[in-house]
């Protein structure tokens, strides 16, 4: 993937580097640890501008995010609702609950979600889906994704040949962020399967 990303940037320079963030936004297994500070280095070898990389990083996250936002809107609250009703042990109040959490803080949640490895891209298609007013999701994409953009691409800048330690340090806390999903999906399963053992019991009685 690296030598991929080296040559995309080598043909198209700072706006290669923000292609590949906006094919992170929809495809995640491209991962932007990986991507970000490799422009940084490259950058501070001379062969891309460090504004321009900024940029275009930024550019391309805001164009991954509102594709995705797209995705979510077509999607729409019915669909939504529908295709929750079909998943084992969720209920459609889960869904009704989520919707009403978003609609408190959804701003913060999508400002906030830019800097968080795994939601980053996953936070578009919720707001699409509550079809939150575009200016505000879009401005807000924009900074927090400009806010994580720079730190990567700065650590890349000043590490220069050892750039790739950023990626070691990010991993440890994107195994963090899933192992807290897997908890909580565990424990989501695990009480609904209590539920449905008391009822069943209640029903006997």
Known sequence: MTDWLIELMESLGAPGAGLAIALENLFPPLPSEVILPLAGFT???????????LLWTTAGSVGGALALYWVGALLGRERTLALAARIPLLKVSDIDKTEAWFLRHGRKTVFFGRMIPIFRSLISIPAGVERMPLGPFTLLTTVGSLIWNTIFVLAGYVLGENWSLVETYVNVGTNGVIALVLLAVLVFVGVRLGERHRGRHAGRG
């Open 43 to 53: 950058a501070s070898r001379g062969e891309m501008d460090l504004v321009s990389v």
